[in-house]
T-cell receptor, first 115, second 113 residues
Framework: DTAVSQTPKYLVTQMGNDKSIKCEQN?????MYWYKQDSKKFLKIMFSYNNKELIINETVPNRFSPKSPDKAHLNLHINSLELGDSAVYFC??????????????FGEGSRLTVL | SQQGEEDPQALSIQEGENATMNCSYK?????LQWYRQNSGRGLVHLILIRSNEREKHSGRLRVTLDTSKKSSSLLITASRAADTASYFC?????????????FGAGTRLAVHP
């Protein structure tokens, strides 16, 4: 009964390929996020959806495209992968968003390695 | 841009000692949160402190907030080897529209048996 689950946990691929990471939450939250954690452990927000609507879209290359088919799912598709995309990608969800953002619940992360 | 910055970047202590981590931020906030991340795992929420609160406790954790200095501290008392992890502060900035929870770079805590 994992709260936020993301797959795959590990992804190793060649430059130029396209890959997707999937995320699902069973907490009934309206808001979901994608964060990227680099090799120095710095976490940066990429996207956020509230009830399937994109509400945060940081300065991320348009090779990254999130999709939320329903409020329990938020997927991340990456086109034409580059070496610099190697990182751990975390999905998260929260009950509230915006100025009242409360506790975030994180998945276990998807480690992407681009060769 | 990074909102919170933790200090120190790394901390090494013996079991039983107290560990104090500090966080400074730049803009006005609605709340400040502390998270823990074990190696290879996701982040886990520890404590949320609102801008009108000055101190909060949870078990062996004590968080303080000084909005005049734009800083917060996380104290772990009587540390255990299992407390070894990275600790992050995160802030939600005050303002209109959709604000973001922005994380600092973290403090890596090592507790030695």
């Amino acid at each position: 009964d994992t709260a936020v689950s993301q797959t795959p946990k590990y992804l190793v691929t060649q430059m130029g390929n396209d890959k997707s990471i999937k995320c699902e939450q069973n907490l009934g939250h309206d808001t979901m996020y994608w964060y990227k954690q680099d090799s120095k452990k710095f976490l940066k927000i990429m996207f956020s959806y509230n009830n399937k609507e994109l509400i945060i879209n940081e300065t991320v290359p348009n090779r990254f495209s999130p999709k939320s088919p329903d409020k329990a799912h938020l997927n991340l598709h990456i086109n034409s992968l580059e070496l610099g995309d190697s990182a751990v990608y975390f999905c998260a969800s929260s009950q509230t968003s915006g100025a009242n953002t409360g506790e975030l619940f994180f998945g276990e992360g998807s480690r992407l390695t681009v060769l | 841009s990074q909102q919170g910055e933790e200090d120190p970047q790394a901390l090494s202590i013996q079991e039983g000692e107290n560990a104090t981590m500090n966080c400074s931020y730049k803009t006005s906030i609605n709340n400040l949160q502390w998270y823990r991340q074990n190696s290879g795992r996701g982040l886990v929420h520890l404590i949320l402190i609102r801008s009108n609160e000055r101190e909060k406790h949870s078990g062996r954790l004590r968080v303080t907030l000084d909005t005049s200095k734009k800083s917060s501290s996380l104290l772990i008392t009587a540390s255990r080897a299992a407390d070894t992890a990275s600790y992050f502060c995160a802030t939600v900035s005050r303002g209109g529209g959709y604000n973001k929870l922005i994380f600092g770079a973290g403090t890596r805590l090592a507790v030695h048996p």
